[in-house]
C-alpha cells in the first residue's frame, strides 16, 4: 500500500495549534486595498480558526484522521 501524500495546498494554508484546533489566515488581505476600511484591513491581519463543521474535512487532507 503506498502512502498518503498531504494536499499540498492544505498544507501551506494551515497549522494545527497545540490544543488540535486548526488555524487560517482571513482572505480578502492580498489586494484592493484601497476600498478597503483601515479597521477592516486591520482584523483581516490577525489569524482565525477554523470552523468546527470544516475541521474533518481539512484534517482529512492533512492525513490526520
Aim: glycine share 6%.
Amino acid at each position: 500500500m503506498p502512502k498518503m501524500k498531504t494536499k499540498s495546498s492544505a498544507k501551506k494554508r494551515f497549522t494545527i495549534t497545540g490544543s488540535g484546533k486548526i488555524k487560517r489566515k482571513h482572505a480578502f488581505k492580498s489586494h484592493i486595498l484601497t476600498k478597503k476600511s483601515t479597521k477592516q484591513k486591520r482584523n483581516l491581519t490577525h489569524a482565525g480558526l477554523v470552523h468546527k463543521s470544516d475541521e474533518g474535512n481539512i484534517k482529512e487532507q492533512l492525513c490526520m484522521k
